[in-house]
Antibody
């Protein structure tokens, strides 16, 4: 079935780095933009980053710009989030989410709506 | 960044009630608003996109309306499984901001 599965979370000290992965299955990964969204404990949702279907376009929230890097490997059907200079406020559950896409007979377009989500991976930044 | 304000922050309603959740944005976003449902310990689930389009597989008791700066999510006849937190999200401009959430409890 259509699925996203995150991994790579854990406990890390402030200032250190961590790489999250998101493995896709059940759909043509290389057709879809993918997002990272996080949720701090007991808090709401925060959009983190997005990467286009081919990896050519990336955007970040100001809170992570310059520290986090989103990337993808369309041969391995995997999305990544390289997190560096981690701060306690980066503590959260991190979700990857697929960008909804519809196609007509002649073209396809993004809705920028997150229709498939992973189960999340927990990152704790603490000394 | 576009600010999102949901109201109420929480509400309690009975099975069969009609429930409305409101989302207001700090600037006009046309129709570019999504709604998500999140149950404890689970990932969010897309309910509505483009303000009023029902995501495939979502029960028809859910509906959305609005444009510009004011939007609503309506549940026409509340069911026990609708107990959850609901979030609106604007996708008019980056960063794609979310509302703070509305926690819906069943009486």
């Amino acid at each position: 079935q259509v699925q996203l599965v995150e991994s790579g979370g854990g406990v890390v000290q402030p200032g250190r780095s961590l790489r999250l992965s998101c493995a896709a299955s059940g759909f043509t990964f290389s057709d879809y933009a993918i997002h990272w969204v996080r949720q701090a404990p007991g808090k709401g949702l925060e959009w983190v980053a997005v990467i286009s279907y081919d990896g050519s376009n990336k955007n970040y929230a100001d809170s992570v710009k310059g520290r986090f890097t989103i990337s993808r490997d369309n041969f391995q059907n995997t999305l990544y989030l390289q997190m560096s200079s981690l701060r306690p406020e980066d503590t959260a559950v991190y979700y990857c989410a697929r960008d909804k896409r519809d196609c007509s007979s002649t073209s396809c377009f993004r809705h920028d709506a997150f229709d498939i989500w992973g189960q999340g991976t927990k990152v704790t930044v603490s000394s | 960044d576009i600010r999102m304000t949901q109201s109420p922050s929480s509400l309690s309603a009975s099975v069969g009630d009609r429930v409305t959740i409101t989302c207001r944005t700090s600037q006009s976003i046309a129709k570019y608003l999504n709604w998500y449902q999140q149950k404890p310990g689970k990932a969010p689930k897309l309910l509505m996109y483009d303000a009023s389009s029902l995501q495939s597989g979502v029960p028809s008791r859910f509906s959305g309306s609005g444009s510009g700066t004011d939007f609503t999510l309506t549940i026409s006849s509340l069911q026990p499984e609708d107990s959850a937190t609901y979030y609106c999200q604007q996708i008019y401009s980056l960063p794609y901001t979310f509302g703070q959430g509305t926690k819906l409890e069943i009486k």
